[in-house]
């Protein structure tokens, strides 16, 4: 079905050019005011979200002219927004990440034509122009041209570190469009979060559940947003403008790499660019440093690059090749446990993918080819090697199996209500088809509770004794309040 045609993405363009030549600043604040307001820019963004989402949340096409019609990006929406919790390596050990619906993705997408219009972005960004592979390539070049004196410049806490109330003096948008699609504070949050994956963090998973969307909250930009790596790379473009012009500087999102040819040159333009960090317009951001000394492998964006006989050698950082390497065993795990011909597929067809699609993310690295090809060929061996058949006086009719559960009342209401989500959702009117995109669902986004009664009901039943869990809700609260907090149980 084509929802767009070529005479309105010819309007958008031209509104979009007609705020770029605009001489004045409010004569290109009208016009940004016209692009915003126009129905074609609203729709074709409402297309390119729907693209971008993942297909089972993706509403249906017809209903795309509808939904742009019903934005205005000077009220948003109160569509709701789903909250995760992504492992990282340092402290908190985590990050709050959102999964927008269509309306809010709509949204996004149309200020962020209008940012890439109107933004000045440092020459060696790449979060939004050219990507991993194009900061990689340049790294490359760099070295082998003799700038082998590296800092790398991480932003600890980045998009929640922008002052909201700061954003409306440095982007080209209405401060009511700012408020609404690009900042945190207005959105539509349930309480609680779904962990995606565990990481080191695991100890502090009771204290998130109350806390993360507390502080998502409060501060900053979403991570998740599609206008929020534009509007980071925007905001430490500004700052990448006091670097003087001593070496080459490499930024992708809120990592910069500094390359000198010497120790005094790195050194000055690390200066001066934690200095213009420090005091940024937007907000204090803090960097962290990661120095490399000449001859030492440098790691930057999950890659290491190792000079040597003149080239430079790049592969997968170690944490990187150990998360795939472990995700391979699983899924091959997967594949041999499976018994049927049709599962036997999906599993293959899913690990074929996924090898695929790292190996595609790190194309750049020597051997690559190599690590596919022998992932790809364990896959097909292991999908190759029969099962072990059942007897014949128990192999079943089909390969439909049976699975009993004995629910408590409170249990079987929410079985139920799940089931009956998923088969609105899915538009299947099968239960078993139901509960398979529920555990989909949780396999791939993992557990999380729609409010705070959920998340204490299900702690409660893991601890099964009132005092532990009274005291560590107890100790939570105190956390979140900063205050001491007693309960008292009536005799």
Same mark, same amino acid.
């Given at each position: 079905?084509?929802?767009?045609?070529?005479? &309105?993405?010819?309007?958008?363009?031209?509104?979009?050019?007609?705020?770029?030549?605009? $001489?004045?600043?409010? &004569?290109?604040?009208?016009?940004?005011?016209?692009? %915003?307001?126009?129905?074609?820019?609203?729709? +074709?963004?409402?297309? =390119?979200?729907?693209?971008?989402?993942?297909?089972?949340?993706?509403?249906?096409?017809?209903?795309?002219?509808?939904?742009?019609?019903?934005?205005?990006?000077?009220?948003?929406?109160?569509?709701?927004?789903?909250?995760?919790?992504?492992?990282?390596?340092?402290?908190?050990?985590?990050?709050?990440?959102?999964?927008?619906?269509?309306?809010?993705?709509?949204?996004?997408?149309?200020?962020?034509?209008?940012?890439?219009?109107?933004?000045? %972005? +440092?020459?060696?960004?790449?979060?939004?122009?050219?990507?991993? +592979?194009?900061?990689?390539?340049?790294?490359?070049?760099?070295?082998?041209?003799?700038?082998?004196?590296?800092?790398?410049?991480?932003?600890?806490?980045?998009?929640?570190?922008?002052?909201?109330?700061?954003?409306?003096?440095?982007? @080209? /948008?209405?401060?009511?469009?700012?408020?609404?699609?690009?900042? #945190?504070?207005?959105?539509?949050?349930?309480? $609680?979060?779904?962990?995606? =994956?565990?990481?080191?963090?695991?100890?502090?998973?009771?204290?998130?559940?109350?806390?993360?969307?507390?502080?998502?909250?409060?501060?900053?930009? @979403?991570?998740?947003?599609?206008? #929020?790596?534009?509007?980071? *790379?925007?905001?430490?473009?500004?700052? /990448?403008?006091?670097?003087?012009?001593?070496?080459?500087?490499?930024?992708?999102?809120?990592?910069?790499?500094?390359?000198?040819?010497?120790? #005094?040159?790195?050194?000055?333009?690390?200066?001066?660019?934690?200095?213009?960090? *420090?005091?940024?317009?937007?907000?204090? %951001?803090?960097?962290?440093?990661?120095?490399?000394?000449?001859? *030492?492998?440098? =790691?930057?964006?999950?890659?290491?690059?190792?000079?040597?006989?003149?080239?430079?050698?790049?592969?997968?950082?170690?944490?990187?090749?150990?998360?795939?390497?472990?995700?391979?065993?699983?899924?091959?795990?997967?594949?041999?446990?499976?018994?049927?011909?049709?599962?036997?597929?999906?599993?293959?067809?899913?690990?074929?993918?996924?090898?695929?699609?790292? !190996?595609?993310?790190?194309?750049?690295?020597?051997?690559?080819?190599?690590?596919?090809?022998?992932?790809?060929?364990?896959?097909?061996?292991?999908?190759?090697?029969?099962?072990?058949?059942?007897?014949?006086?128990?192999?079943?009719?089909?390969?439909?199996?049976?699975?009993?559960?004995?629910?408590?009342?409170?249990?079987?209401?929410?079985?139920?209500?799940?089931?009956?989500?998923?088969?609105?959702?899915?538009?299947?009117?099968?239960?078993?088809?139901?509960?398979?995109?529920?555990? &989909?669902?949780?396999?791939?986004?993992?557990?999380?509770? #729609?409010?705070?009664?959920?998340?204490? !009901?299900?702690?409660?039943?893991?601890?099964?004794?009132?005092?532990?869990?009274?005291?560590?809700?107890?100790? +939570?609260?105190? *956390?979140?309040?900063?205050?001491?907090?007693?309960?008292?149980?009536?005799?």
């Amino acid at each position: 079905m084509k929802i767009v045609n070529q005479t &309105q993405i010819d309007h958008v363009g031209k509104l979009l050019r007609r705020a770029c030549e605009a $001489g004045r600043v409010n &004569q290109r604040d009208y016009r940004v005011c016209q692009y %915003l307001n126009s129905f074609d820019a609203k729709l +074709h963004a409402a297309l =390119e979200a729907h693209d971008a989402m993942r297909p089972h949340r993706r509403p249906d096409k017809a209903k795309l002219k509808a939904i742009a019609s019903s934005l205005d990006p000077w009220k948003g929406t109160d569509e709701p927004v789903l909250v995760h919790r992504m492992p990282k390596k340092s402290p908190p050990y985590y990050r709050t990440v959102f999964e927008f619906g269509i309306q809010n993705r709509a949204l996004q997408y149309l200020v962020r034509e209008v940012l890439i219009a109107l933004l000045e %972005l +440092h020459p060696n960004q790449y979060a939004t122009r050219g990507g991993v +592979h194009a900061a990689i390539k340049q790294t490359k070049q760099a070295l082998i041209d003799g700038y082998l004196w590296a800092v790398e410049l991480d932003i600890e806490n980045c998009y929640p570190s922008f002052d909201e109330s700061k954003l409306a003096d440095l982007l @080209p /948008l209405p401060k009511e469009v700012i408020d609404h699609v690009i900042i #945190s504070r207005s959105l539509n949050l349930p309480l $609680g979060f779904s962990c995606i =994956e565990d990481g080191p963090g695991d100890d502090h998973e009771d204290h998130i559940i109350l806390g993360a969307v507390s502080t998502a909250r409060h501060g900053g930009i @979403p991570q998740g947003s599609a206008a #929020s790596p534009l509007v980071a *790379e925007a905001m430490i473009a500004m700052a /990448l403008e006091h670097v003087p012009s001593l070496g080459v500087i490499i930024a992708y999102a809120d990592n910069v790499l500094l390359l000198a040819k010497s120790k #005094s040159d790195v050194e000055c333009m690390t200066k001066a660019l934690s200095a213009a960090l *420090e005091g940024h317009p937007v907000g204090r %951001l803090r960097p962290s440093l990661r120095n490399f000394a000449p001859g *030492e492998p440098i =790691e930057f964006l999950g890659h290491r690059l190792t000079l040597c006989n003149g080239g430079v050698r790049t592969e997968p950082d170690d944490d990187n090749r150990r998360k795939f390497e472990g995700k391979v065993k699983r899924k091959l795990a997967r594949l041999k446990l499976a018994k049927s011909a049709g599962a036997r597929r999906r599993c293959l067809r899913r690990l074929e993918d996924y090898i695929g699609s790292w !190996t595609a993310a790190f194309a750049l690295c020597d051997d690559i080819e190599g690590i596919r090809s022998d992932c790809l060929a364990r896959a097909q061996a292991q999908f190759k090697e029969v099962p072990k058949p059942t007897s014949e006086e128990k192999k079943p009719m089909n390969d439909t199996t049976y699975k009993t559960f004995k629910l408590h009342p409170d249990q079987k209401e929410i079985v139920e209500a799940a089931l009956e989500y998923a088969k609105h959702k899915s538009g299947t009117q099968f239960d078993t088809v139901a509960l398979e995109y529920v555990c &989909q669902e949780v396999m791939g986004s993992g557990l999380s509770y #729609s409010d705070a009664k959920s998340a204490l !009901t299900a702690e409660y039943k893991k601890t099964g004794d009132l005092d532990q869990f009274l005291t560590k809700v107890a100790t +939570h609260v105190e *956390e979140i309040t900063g205050k001491s907090v007693q309960i008292v149980l009536g005799v």
